[in-house]
Protein backbone atom coordinates (compact mmCIF):
# COMPACT_ATOMS: atom_id res chain seq x y z
CA UNK A 1 0.00 0.00 0.00
CA UNK A 2 1.27 3.47 -0.78
CA UNK A 3 2.93 5.12 2.19
CA UNK A 4 3.90 8.78 3.01
CA UNK A 5 7.60 9.01 3.50
CA UNK A 6 9.73 10.77 5.42
CA UNK A 7 13.72 11.67 6.13
CA UNK A 8 15.50 12.07 8.36
CA UNK A 9 13.79 10.26 10.81
CA UNK A 10 15.98 11.74 13.39
CA UNK A 11 17.91 15.34 12.97
CA UNK A 12 19.94 17.19 15.85
CA UNK A 13 21.15 20.99 15.19
CA UNK A 14 22.52 23.75 16.53
CA UNK A 15 19.98 26.92 17.24
CA UNK A 16 20.26 28.99 14.33
CA UNK A 17 21.21 26.56 12.06
CA UNK A 18 18.95 25.51 9.02
CA UNK A 19 17.16 22.42 8.28
CA UNK A 20 15.44 21.10 5.56
CA UNK A 21 12.81 18.23 6.18
CA UNK A 22 12.03 16.46 3.33
CA UNK A 23 8.58 14.47 2.45
CA UNK A 24 7.52 12.13 -0.22
CA UNK A 25 3.76 12.15 -0.32
CA UNK A 26 1.57 9.59 -2.08
CA UNK A 27 2.08 9.86 -5.78
CA UNK A 28 -1.61 10.64 -7.34
CA UNK A 29 -1.83 13.09 -4.40
CA UNK A 30 -2.40 17.11 -4.68
CA UNK A 31 -2.36 18.10 -1.43
CA UNK A 32 0.06 18.38 0.94
CA UNK A 33 0.61 19.29 4.57
CA UNK A 34 3.08 19.92 7.33
CA UNK A 35 2.22 19.27 10.89
CA UNK A 36 4.40 19.67 14.31
CA UNK A 37 3.83 17.76 17.81
CA UNK A 38 6.05 19.32 20.40
CA UNK A 39 6.85 16.48 22.76
CA UNK A 40 3.88 15.77 24.91
CA UNK A 41 1.38 17.95 23.28
CA UNK A 42 -1.03 18.33 20.18
CA UNK A 43 -0.54 17.67 17.01
CA UNK A 44 -0.33 21.12 15.41
CA UNK A 45 -1.12 22.07 11.79
CA UNK A 46 1.55 24.14 10.35
CA UNK A 47 0.85 24.61 6.46
CA UNK A 48 -0.84 23.18 3.77
CA UNK A 49 -0.16 22.96 0.05
CA UNK A 50 -1.79 22.42 -3.43
CA UNK A 51 -0.96 23.30 -6.95
CA UNK A 52 2.60 24.91 -5.87
CA UNK A 53 1.94 27.35 -3.74
CA UNK A 54 0.44 27.42 0.18
CA UNK A 55 -3.33 27.42 0.73
CA UNK A 56 -3.86 27.50 4.07
CA UNK A 57 -1.02 28.46 7.17
CA UNK A 58 -1.08 28.42 11.11
CA UNK A 59 0.19 31.44 13.33
CA UNK A 60 3.26 29.22 13.78
CA UNK A 61 4.14 29.10 10.12
CA UNK A 62 6.21 32.59 10.42
CA UNK A 63 9.04 34.12 8.03
CA UNK A 64 11.00 30.93 9.37
CA UNK A 65 9.40 28.96 7.77
CA UNK A 66 8.91 27.84 4.00
CA UNK A 67 7.83 25.03 2.32
CA UNK A 68 8.70 23.30 -1.52
CA UNK A 69 7.89 21.07 -4.29
CA UNK A 70 11.54 21.02 -6.12
CA UNK A 71 10.48 17.96 -8.29
CA UNK A 72 7.18 16.17 -8.96
CA UNK A 73 7.68 14.16 -5.98
CA UNK A 74 9.69 15.83 -2.91
CA UNK A 75 7.92 18.22 -0.56
CA UNK A 76 10.37 19.82 2.19
CA UNK A 77 10.15 21.85 5.04
CA UNK A 78 12.89 24.13 5.49
CA UNK A 79 13.28 26.11 9.26
CA UNK A 80 15.89 29.00 8.39
CA UNK A 81 17.37 29.61 11.81
CA UNK A 82 16.28 27.00 14.37
CA UNK A 83 14.99 27.47 17.67
CA UNK A 84 14.99 25.77 21.02
CA UNK A 85 11.07 25.71 20.84
CA UNK A 86 11.38 23.96 16.74
CA UNK A 87 12.53 21.16 18.72
CA UNK A 88 9.13 18.27 17.94
CA UNK A 89 8.13 15.51 15.52
CA UNK A 90 7.11 17.31 12.18
CA UNK A 91 4.77 15.10 10.25
CA UNK A 92 4.03 15.57 6.62
CA UNK A 93 0.51 14.62 5.32
CA UNK A 94 -1.06 13.95 1.63
CA UNK A 95 -4.35 13.40 0.71
CA UNK A 96 -5.85 12.66 -2.40
CA UNK A 97 -8.24 14.34 -4.71
CA UNK A 98 -11.07 12.17 -5.12
CA UNK A 99 -10.90 11.83 -1.15
CA UNK A 100 -9.75 15.42 -0.15
CA UNK A 101 -10.79 14.58 3.68
CA UNK A 102 -8.49 11.78 4.34
CA UNK A 103 -5.20 12.75 4.88
CA UNK A 104 -2.07 10.14 4.99
CA UNK A 105 0.56 11.01 7.78
CA UNK A 106 4.51 9.79 7.44
CA UNK A 107 6.37 8.16 10.70
CA UNK A 108 7.25 11.97 10.98
CA UNK A 109 11.16 13.29 11.76
CA UNK A 110 12.11 14.28 15.15
CA UNK A 111 13.78 17.36 15.40
CA UNK A 112 16.33 18.45 18.36
CA UNK A 113 17.90 21.99 18.31
CA UNK A 114 20.59 22.44 20.51
CA UNK B 1 -10.71 28.00 20.47
CA UNK B 2 -10.06 24.40 21.15
CA UNK B 3 -11.39 21.69 19.42
CA UNK B 4 -11.13 17.92 19.89
CA UNK B 5 -10.75 17.53 23.16
CA UNK B 6 -10.64 14.03 24.44
CA UNK B 7 -11.23 11.99 27.33
CA UNK B 8 -10.07 10.39 28.99
CA UNK B 9 -6.99 11.40 29.00
CA UNK B 10 -5.67 8.22 29.93
CA UNK B 11 -7.45 4.50 29.82
CA UNK B 12 -6.26 0.95 30.99
CA UNK B 13 -7.79 -2.18 29.77
CA UNK B 14 -7.67 -6.24 29.47
CA UNK B 15 -7.29 -7.45 26.75
CA UNK B 16 -10.56 -8.77 25.33
CA UNK B 17 -12.38 -5.87 27.45
CA UNK B 18 -13.95 -2.97 25.04
CA UNK B 19 -12.43 0.13 24.90
CA UNK B 20 -14.35 3.38 24.65
CA UNK B 21 -12.95 7.13 23.54
CA UNK B 22 -14.70 10.45 23.68
CA UNK B 23 -14.16 13.58 22.08
CA UNK B 24 -15.89 17.54 21.95
CA UNK B 25 -15.12 19.72 19.86
CA UNK B 26 -16.65 23.43 19.69
CA UNK B 27 -17.05 24.63 16.50
CA UNK B 28 -19.20 23.16 13.62
CA UNK B 29 -17.31 20.65 11.69
CA UNK B 30 -17.26 19.03 7.73
CA UNK B 31 -16.07 15.82 8.89
CA UNK B 32 -14.19 14.03 12.32
CA UNK B 33 -11.64 11.57 11.99
CA UNK B 34 -9.59 9.63 14.52
CA UNK B 35 -5.80 8.55 14.11
CA UNK B 36 -3.68 6.06 16.36
CA UNK B 37 -0.31 7.01 17.43
CA UNK B 38 1.70 3.93 18.56
CA UNK B 39 4.66 5.83 21.23
CA UNK B 40 6.69 7.80 18.68
CA UNK B 41 5.54 7.06 15.63
CA UNK B 42 3.63 8.10 12.85
CA UNK B 43 -0.75 8.81 13.05
CA UNK B 44 -2.54 5.99 10.97
CA UNK B 45 -5.84 6.99 9.53
CA UNK B 46 -8.70 4.61 11.21
CA UNK B 47 -11.87 6.43 10.26
CA UNK B 48 -13.59 9.39 8.81
CA UNK B 49 -17.19 10.32 9.92
CA UNK B 50 -19.10 13.11 8.03
CA UNK B 51 -21.25 15.84 9.82
CA UNK B 52 -24.40 14.31 8.25
CA UNK B 53 -23.50 10.88 9.56
CA UNK B 54 -24.17 9.55 13.02
CA UNK B 55 -22.47 6.19 12.95
CA UNK B 56 -19.78 4.22 11.06
CA UNK B 57 -17.83 0.95 11.68
CA UNK B 58 -14.52 -0.45 10.57
CA UNK B 59 -13.72 -4.00 11.55
CA UNK B 60 -13.98 -3.26 15.20
CA UNK B 61 -13.89 0.17 15.63
CA UNK B 62 -17.26 2.00 15.92
CA UNK B 63 -17.63 5.89 16.04
CA UNK B 64 -20.52 8.12 16.60
CA UNK B 65 -20.94 11.64 15.74
CA UNK B 66 -23.59 13.74 17.96
CA UNK B 67 -23.51 17.62 16.20
CA UNK B 68 -25.88 18.65 18.39
CA UNK B 69 -23.66 17.88 21.57
CA UNK B 70 -20.63 18.38 19.34
CA UNK B 71 -19.37 15.17 20.66
CA UNK B 72 -17.81 12.01 19.15
CA UNK B 73 -16.96 8.65 20.89
CA UNK B 74 -14.50 5.66 19.15
CA UNK B 75 -15.30 2.06 20.46
CA UNK B 76 -12.77 -0.34 19.90
CA UNK B 77 -14.52 -3.73 21.04
CA UNK B 78 -12.78 -6.91 21.77
CA UNK B 79 -9.09 -5.27 22.16
CA UNK B 80 -5.79 -6.93 21.71
CA UNK B 81 -2.80 -5.87 23.48
CA UNK B 82 -1.73 -4.44 19.67
CA UNK B 83 -4.44 -1.76 20.23
CA UNK B 84 -2.12 -0.16 23.03
CA UNK B 85 -1.27 3.34 21.55
CA UNK B 86 -2.75 6.91 21.55
CA UNK B 87 -5.97 8.05 19.96
CA UNK B 88 -6.54 11.58 18.62
CA UNK B 89 -9.63 12.48 16.91
CA UNK B 90 -9.31 15.60 14.38
CA UNK B 91 -11.96 18.11 12.72
CA UNK B 92 -12.13 19.27 9.64
CA UNK B 93 -14.23 22.49 9.86
CA UNK B 94 -14.11 23.36 6.51
CA UNK B 95 -15.75 22.65 3.27
CA UNK B 96 -12.92 22.97 1.09
CA UNK B 97 -10.14 21.06 0.22
CA UNK B 98 -7.19 20.59 1.73
CA UNK B 99 -8.19 21.83 4.99
CA UNK B 100 -6.29 21.63 8.21
CA UNK B 101 -7.10 19.12 10.35
CA UNK B 102 -7.45 20.68 14.21
CA UNK B 103 -6.29 17.48 16.37
CA UNK B 104 -7.27 16.78 20.41
CA UNK B 105 -4.99 15.73 22.84
CA UNK B 106 -5.46 12.56 22.41
CA UNK B 107 -6.70 9.67 25.01
CA UNK B 108 -3.31 6.81 25.82
CA UNK B 109 -4.71 3.75 25.84
CA UNK B 110 -2.98 0.70 27.30
CA UNK B 111 -4.52 -2.95 26.54
CA UNK B 112 -2.87 -5.38 29.10
CA UNK B 113 -2.20 -9.06 27.73
Known amino acids: EPEVTQTPSHQVTQMGQEVILRCVPI?????FYWYRQILGQKVEFLVSFYNNEISEKSEIFDDQFSVERPDGSNFTLKIRSTKLEDSAMYFC????????????FGPGTRLLVL | SQQGEEDPQALSIQEGENATMNCSYK?????LQWYRQNSGRGLVHLIL?????REKHSGRLRVTLDTSKKSSSLLITASRAADTASYFCATDASWNAGNMLTFGGGTRLMVKP
Open chain 1, 27 to 31: SNHLY
Open chain 1, 93 to 104: ASSDPGREETQY
Open chain 2, 27 to 31: TSINN
Open chain 2, 49 to 53: IRSNE
